[in-house]
């Protein structure tokens, strides 16, 4: 199994940063693409970002060139840095994790428990 942790969220003004960050642990024999999603109320959930473990890179449209995902191999964690929040970049936010729990066959996807973060005008 995969556990995925996540902290780093908040309340925060418009146009100011936060920093997500989700650790991996448990037992796995690799991770494939990490990656962060968001769900508003009455909203189904969103792709925020995403980063193949050879280091490809994913943004939602509405996120570019205000938000930056990376991540450390070596930590099993990836991290959110969201800049210039608007508030309707507030949602909850749920990292994803594709893993694999054996030397070969197809990754499984993992959820984190999600974390709030709220962008007040």
């Known amino acids: 199994q995969v556990q995925l942790v996540e902290s780093g969220g908040g309340l925060v003004q418009a146009g100011g940063s936060l920093r997500l960050s989700c650790a991996a642990s448990g037992r796995f024999f690799s991770i494939n693409a990490m990656g962060w999603y968001r769900q508003a109320p009455g909203n189904q959930r969103e792709l925020v970002a995403v980063?193949?473990?050879?280091?490809?890179?994913n943004y939602a449209d509405s996120v570019k060139g205000r938000f930056t995902i990376s991540r450390d191999n070596a930590k099993n964690t990836v991290y959110l840095q969201m800049n210039s929040l608007k508030p309707e970049d507030t949602a909850v936010y749920y990292c994803?994790?594709?893993?694999?729990?054996?030397?070969?066959?197809?990754?499984?996807?993992?959820w984190g428990q999600g974390t709030q973060v709220t962008v007040s005008s």
């Open positions: 994803n994790a594709a893993a694999s729990t054996q030397p070969v066959g197809i990754p499984a996807g993992y």
């Open positions: 980063i193949a473990s050879g280091g490809r890179i």
